[in-house]
């Protein structure tokens, strides 16, 4: 006897035609009926908290440049998920996330677990949020949720599905469309932007991460290298877009509106691609951009383009303008290169104890593995970072986008399990401060379960200090709640089954990564350092 089709059997074969057969979750009763029966050919990655299962799933799917999917436990599991939701939609992640609703004929008296304004509840922070009004509707929401996701700019959607929709007898198959997940720029515009960079005497490139995430490495150095142009990241990168070792490298605007306009002095035209104008961190006060200084954006988001506050915008995919204007700009070799950027990477003429940040990053950089990758949520050392490892590969820095924090431990579980999902071995390395590490410890044990080989750096300071320093730049003194005494993080790490160390010595830093990366399993090395004060 022919077993009967319903929504759950449509919808799944629907998520197998999208290639959504990882699915990223932490079940709840309102959940049961979607995953009962798992198929043998789907994959179900277990987080112990809903923020970090979002984490996972936005680094998995920008690791693999496919959508992933997300199961969550109806209003309560969506709401702990949110503030890693914000940075999906800042880093345009295509997520389809989904969460159970009560059954239909409970929702009308409040039910225990009925989530009373679904659509509403993960707005503004997702493109698109639906709950089938109907059963037989699900798997063309999930078509309509693919479709929303992926189209540029790419971001995550939100699924609300009651639970006794699964069971309900629908024939099949869903229909399964195509959409484009990429446009050109418009040539005309195109051809106006590059007669103005032609003429440009000094122009400076700002590359931002939608040039990394649209893979335009390469095609953004061609277009510095024909322009003879300096090449700036903009604040706060969660992607980087050029090799940072590359002489045309200038480094970070900065984070304020004085620190860019002061670093933009100078430049006749500044070309953005891929990137905000600008999105700034702490407000000091100053000229957006220098006088004389005119600016070019290029980006696919119309919203970007919109929030502009100086400069004209160009909507089309980064990559592909990139290329296009690449073609259309006139030699630069007339210009003055700009000069390499200097990296003094002083270090104390003494070992310190603790170590300074400094220490820590010139030891990682000692033995620096080959196509590694590295998940950063260590925010008052962004500046090491790029002093001492500097990204020069594609797809190998990753933070968060949102600037809240607990985003970058499961993050590193995400990045590994997309290199084994596409076959690629790269060693991951996160390097994460204690306060954000004690946001998501749980991530670690969904990296032992799924034999994960990645390498945690902990810098444990014992405080927040990027709040430090913005207590200093806002003259605001006795704040409570910046100290962070008696945190035992290898007890934790080892709890949830990783192996965990405690080192303080530089030499004993170098000596337990070379271990933990010949290993092959998840390592915690917690190295203690000096609190350092961040260059806002």
Not at 212 to 217: H, I, N, T
Not at 297 to 302: C, H, S, V
Not at 357 to 364: F, G, K, R, S, T
Not at 520 to 532: D, F, H
Request: with cysteine; aromatic share 8%.
């Amino acid at each position: 006897m022919t077993e009967k089709s319903t929504v759950h059997s449509v919808t799944y074969d629907l998520l197998r035609s999208l290639g959504l057969t990882t699915i990223f979750g932490n079940p709840g009763s309102t959940e049961e009926t979607f995953l009962k029966n798992f198929p043998d050919d789907f994959t179900y990655v277990l987080g112990l908290q809903e923020a970090s299962v979002i984490a996972m799933a936005d680094a998995f799917a920008q690791t693999t440049r496919r959508p992933a999917l997300v199961n969550l436990h109806s209003s309560a599991g969506l709401g702990n998920s949110i503030g890693n939701l914000v940075a999906a939609y800042h880093g345009h992640t295509p997520l389809i996330v989904t969460a159970g609703q009560q059954h239909r004929e409970l929702l009308i008296g409040e039910p225990y677990l009925g989530n009373r304004d679904a659509a509403n509840m993960p707005r503004p922070w997702v493109k698109w949020s639906y709950e089938p009004a109907r059963a037989e509707a699900v798997p063309e929401a999930f078509m309509r949720a693919y479709a929303m996701a992926v189209q540029p700019p790419a971001g995550p959607v939100f699924l609300s599905i009651p639970l006794d929709d699964w069971n309900q007898p629908l024939p099949g198959p869903a229909v399964v469309r195509d959409v484009s997940r990429a446009y050109a720029p418009d040539t005309e515009r195109l051809r106006r932007f590059a007669a103005r960079i032609t003429m440009s005497q000094r122009p400076a490139l700002i590359l931002g991460p939608d040039v990394d995430r649209a893979q335009g490495w390469q095609a953004g150095i061609a277009l510095a290298e024909k322009l003879q142009a300096a090449v700036y990241s903009p604040p706060l990168p969660d992607r980087a877009s050029f090799p940072e070792d590359h002489p045309l490298y200038q480094g970070s605007v900065g984070m304020s509106v004085k620190a860019v306009g002061e670093r933009l002095a100078g430049h006749d035209l500044v070309v953005v691609i891929g990137a905000e104008v600008f999105r700034y961190y702490p407000y000091v006060p100053g000229d957006i951009l220098p006088a004389g200084t005119e600016l070019l954006q290029i980006t696919d988001d119309p919203a970007i383009a919109a929030a502009a506050r100086v400069g004209d915008s160009l909507l089309g995919d980064a990559r592909l303008s990139i290329e296009l204007l690449t073609e259309l700009v006139g030699d630069g070799s007339g210009r003055a290169q700009p000069q390499p950027m200097p990296r003094p990477r002083k270090l104390p003429e003494k070992p310190s104890s603790p170590l300074t940040p400094a220490e820590v990053y010139a030891a990682l950089e000692m033995v620096r593995p080959e196509h590694a990758v590295y998940v950063n949520e260590s925010t008052s050392t962004m500046a090491q970072h790029a002093e001492w490892l500097p990204t020069v590969e594609p797809d190998s820095f990753f933070a968060t986008a949102s600037g809240g924090i607990g985003w970058a431990v499961p993050a590193a579980v995400g990045v590994a399990l997309g290199d084994r999902d596409r076959g690629v071995r790269r060693p991951v390395i996160g390097l994460i401060g204690d306060g954000s590490f004690n946001y998501s410890a749980q991530g670690l044990w969904t990296a032992v379960q799924q034999n994960l080989p990645i390498v945690y750096v902990v810098m444990r300071n014992h405080e927040y200090s990027i709040l430090k320093s913005f207590a200093d730049l806002e003259e605001t003194p006795g704040v409570p709640g910046l100290d962070l005494p008696g945190l035992d993080i290898a007890s934790v790490s080892r709890g949830l089954g990783c192996h965990a160390v405690d080192v303080t010595a530089a030499g004993d830093l170098e000596k337990e990564l070379e271990l933990a990366l010949e290993s092959g399993i998840t390592t915690v090395i917690v190295v203690t350092t000096q609190p350092e004060k961040a260059t806002l």
